[in-house]
């Protein structure tokens, strides 16, 4: 745990059940979440990644009907005991289907209808808008309506309006699964700009070659369990148990995972682009 | 290129607000190919799909189906045993209560017996990988992979020789994925489709497709075998389309000795491994 002192989110020994299903969503969870981390959560479809996400939310077991075993704390206080307005101070969800989260008619509307009801005044408002800019800059669609938008334009507007809430941790479920190329690209854009602040971010994501690009941290979820986060380079080091889960590393851990196989190359497999480019160089180069 | 099956003739195609979205395109598929047609939001791969089997009519040019225009009468029914299209949400395309219905759809639409209709759902359903045991349910509480294998069995239950399919693995892992492209290969290499996939993923273009068609702008920008057309860098990106991580990498080390072309790991493993053995014998 970092010098900021406790973690931003604590799971420890959750086990929930959605109501009416026999088998538990997520078993016997250990988890921890420093402050500042942007963790990266994989796994295959079905295996419980957006039920940890509402976990750490607090919307399960608030929100949800089910069986609730183990304990969840978001800086240090218990989720269950939390009021829906200070876990929505604390942790922000943005959902795959950016449609799912809009109400109002056009982009400034929706931006503000949370903060009014935060009961923030009219100036408060402006500063908060004037700040999520700063990261999202979306000024030119304000007079749009939210449903015209290009893909891209949409996810934007939703991971702005939850960050108008000033949460402290941003949990994203697969926020590009459902956009195009071009959209996609500038979600990850937004990533990158949200990993140099001080957010806390746990974002789902399947494309493992953006991902190794952003994350400090990568846990896997399989079945309900999850994994221990392991560091980036770590995990993405283990190819074949990432090929295993039904993963797809990305291919250039994957060549060095075969170089390696093939004696050109020992140590752990570069998994960034321009890192890979420059190992590669060495292979070759040092015959 | 095998002999035309479907051939497409200086097709324009405009929406009815005028926009427009093809131009000119010349293009030939076989009754035996696996095509990947690529391109940015917008290129028109999309639109053009759905040309292929007259969902869509030209607003110039031509598109002939097995010598038949998709601008004739009644070319509907003609169509469901030659070109099938399947949506890249199968909720479009799935309205019947249960996945017996939902497949038998076509074939008592073509007027097929019931004896007929049966074998052509058995048979449909078992080369999609849709078991008996859920032909009850209702197809809306299947999952999504399930509900495409359904999609398409209710597609093939009309044996039409060429399958188009948009997006096969969107919303799915990579596991589904591979299922998936997986099925499609045994129709292309076992049952003697052709299967056209409408696509953004380029390491499946590039693992299972021979050809590849890259539109941009309602044009064709590349037409070609898959390895030529995904690895010319300049041209992808007129449409904005990336190579993949491993064809990208081998490009940053042609210096060396590395072909350009290459577009699966396991080809720049064997390369890596070539070129550095000739660099070995050359200093020893």
């Known amino acids: 745990m970092g010098a900021a002192g406790r973690p931003a989110v604590?799971?420890?020994?959750?086990?929930?059940?959605?109501?009416?299903?026999?088998?538990?969503?997520?078993?016997?969870?250990?988890?921890?979440?420093?402050?500042?981390?942007?963790?990266?959560?994989?796994?295959?479809?079905?295996?419980g990644k957006s039920t940890l996400l509402y976990v750490i939310q607090g919307l399960i077991p608030s929100n949800f009907n089910g069986i609730w075993r183990g304990r969840v704390e978001l800086?240090?206080?218990?989720?269950?005991?939390?009021?829906?307005?200070?876990?929505?101070?604390?942790?922000?969800?943005?959902?795959a289907d950016p449609e799912a989260q809009f109400t109002a008619m056009t982009v400034e509307e929706e931006l503000v209808f949370g903060l009014e009801n935060l009961g923030l005044d009219h100036r408060q408002i402006e500063?908060?808008?004037?700040?999520v800019s700063d990261l999202i800059d979306l000024e030119e669609l304000y007079d749009r309506s939210p449903y015209d938008l290009s893909g891209g334009q949409k996810q934007r507007v939703a991971i702005a309006c939850v960050l108008a809430m000033e949460p402290r941790v941003l949990l994203l479920d697969e926020p590009t699964s459902m956009i195009d190329p071009r959209g996609k690209k500038e979600i990850f854009e937004v990533?990158?700009?949200?990993?140099?602040t001080d957010h806390t971010v746990v974002v789902v994501e399947h494309n493992l070659e953006e991902l190794a690009a952003l994350a400090d941290r990568v846990c896997l979820v399989e079945g309900g369990r999850v994994r221990p986060p392991l560091p980036a380079g770590e995990f993405f080091a283990r190819v074949d148990e990432l090929i295993e889960a039904g993963l797809q590393p990305p291919q250039v851990a994957q060549t060095f995972a075969e170089l390696a196989r093939a004696g050109l190359y020992d140590g752990p497999p570069p998994y960034r682009f321009e890192p890979a480019v420059s190992a590669a160089r060495e292979v070759l180069s040092h015959g | 290129m095998a002999e035309a099956y479907v051939s497409v003739q200086d097709l324009d195609f405009h929406y009815p607000d005028g926009t427009p979205a093809l131009r000119g395109?010349?293009?030939?598929?076989?009754?035996?190919?696996?095509?990947?047609?690529?391109?940015?939001?917008?290129s028109g791969?999309?639109?053009?799909?759905?040309?292929?089997?007259?969902?869509?009519?030209?607003?110039?040019?031509?598109?002939?189906?097995?010598?038949?225009d998709t601008r004739s009468r009644g070319i509907v029914k003609k169509m469901a045993t030659r070109v099938g299209y399947v949506f890249q949400n199968p909720d479009h395309q799935l309205f019947n209560n249960t996945v017996f219905k939902e497949i038998a759809y076509g074939p008592r639409n073509l007027g097929m017996d019931e004896a007929e209709t049966r074998a052509r759902v058995y048979e449909a359903a078992r080369v999609a990988g849709v078991s008996e045991s859920i032909f009850d349910e209702h197809p809306f509480f299947l999952t999504k992979g399930l509900r495409q294998r359904v999609a398409i069995a209710s597609i093939l239950a009309m044996r039409p020789r060429v399958l188009i399919v948009d997006e096969p693995t969107t919303g799915q892992d990579f596991r589904q994925s591979l299922e998936v492209m997986n099925f499609l290969e045994r129709l292309w290499r076992e049952e003697g489709h052709s299967i056209v996939i409408v696509t953004h993923e380029m390491s499946l273009a590039a693992r299972y497709s021979r050809r590849t068609v890259l539109l941009g702008h309602g044009q064709v920008l590349a037409d070609g075998p898959t390895r030529e057309v995904l690895s010319q860098t300049d041209t992808l990106a007129r449409s904005d389309v990336l190579p993949t991580q491993v064809t990208r990498l081998a490009q940053r080390?042609?210096?060396?000795?590395?072909?350009?072309?290459?577009?699966l790991v396991e080809e720049l493993v064997e390369e890596m491994v070539r070129v550095h053995q000739r660099h070995r014998r050359a200093v020893g």
């Not at chain 1, 500063?127 to 700040?131: G, K, S, T, V």
């Not at chain 2, 598929?29 to 047609?37: C, R």
């Not at chain 2, 080390?253 to 577009?263: K, Q």
């Open chain 1, 10 to 47: 604590a799971i420890a020994g959750l086990s929930w059940t959605y109501e009416r299903r026999s088998e538990p969503a997520l078993r016997d969870v250990d988890l921890t979440i420093d402050q500042g981390e942007f963790l990266g959560v994989v796994g295959p479809n079905e295996s």
């Open chain 1, 75 to 95: 800086f240090g206080k218990d989720t269950s005991a939390m009021s829906g307005l200070e876990r929505a101070a604390a942790a922000g969800l943005v959902f």
């Open chain 1, 127 to 131: 500063l908060r808008l004037q700040r």
């Open chain 1, 191 to 196: 990533l990158r700009r949200l990993k140099d």
């Open chain 2, 25 to 42: 395109v010349n293009l030939e598929i076989g009754t035996n190919e696996f095509v990947a047609l690529i391109g940015q939001n917008g």
């Open chain 2, 45 to 68: 791969k999309t639109t053009l799909g759905k040309c292929l089997n007259g969902l869509l009519k030209p607003s110039a040019g031509a598109v002939l189906v097995d010598g038949l």
């Open chain 2, 253 to 263: 080390l042609t210096d060396l000795g590395v072909r350009p072309d290459v577009i």
